[in-house]
């Protein structure tokens, strides 16, 4: 990997951020290079969140992301708003369960994921996230379900430490929905 920038996009508690910090603290623990940076509507919740997540080899020189490599879209409006940024041959995972009006781009690679059926299947809709972080990381390759279950151990303590399995099968509920 030379350098992967991933933006992630949905509504104010659908856990994008929590994703772009499991990916960037995953990078941290594979001692790559790594930004994070968070973007929220004036909402908190239901509101529109995004961040932008670098992971590189080499120095980051900056942590803003004008044109993703990946994209993980939670919705209808970050579709809207973030498809036209994504590269050409990049990828673009979506929650196929919150997008009613799909029209995707023909020079992108597109991986539709039903992640809030998947996550309602598991017995939690809060972990549709991981159901689609899961589709990223069986896609691109970046990091492994291990390196995932690794962070989760960290990142998952406490009271928390009671989440770690739900999310572990989410995660792979994910790359199963995508083939890989």
Not at 37 to 52: D, L, M, Q, V, W
Not at 105 to 128: C, H, P, S, T
């Amino acid at each position: 990997m030379n350098e992967e920038k991933v933006i992630i996009a949905g509504f104010g508690g659908q856990g994008v951020m929590l994703m772009g910090q499991i990916l960037s603290h995953a990078a941290t623990v594979a001692d790559l290079n790594t930004t994070w940076i968070p973007s929220y509507g004036p909402e908190t919740r239901g509101g529109t969140a995004n961040c932008a997540v670098t992971i590189g080899e080499e120095r980051i020189n900056s942590p803003v992301v004008s044109v993703p490599d990946s994209l993980i879209i939670m919705n209808q409006p970050s579709l809207d708003k973030f498809q036209k940024k994504l590269k050409k041959g990049g990828i673009l995972i979506a929650n196929k369960s919150q997008i009613s009006d799909a029209v995707y781009r023909d020079d992108i690679e597109v991986y539709e994921v039903d992640a809030n059926k998947q996550a309602l299947e598991i017995g939690n809709l809060r972990v549709a996230n991981m159901v689609m972080l899961g589709a990223y990381i069986a896609v691109t390759g970046v990091f492994s379900k291990d390196d995932m279950f690794a962070v989760f151990e960290k990142i998952f303590t406490g009271r928390k430490s009671e989440l770690i399995d739900l999310n572990k099968k989410a995660l792979e509920a994910g790359i199963r929905a995508v083939g890989k």
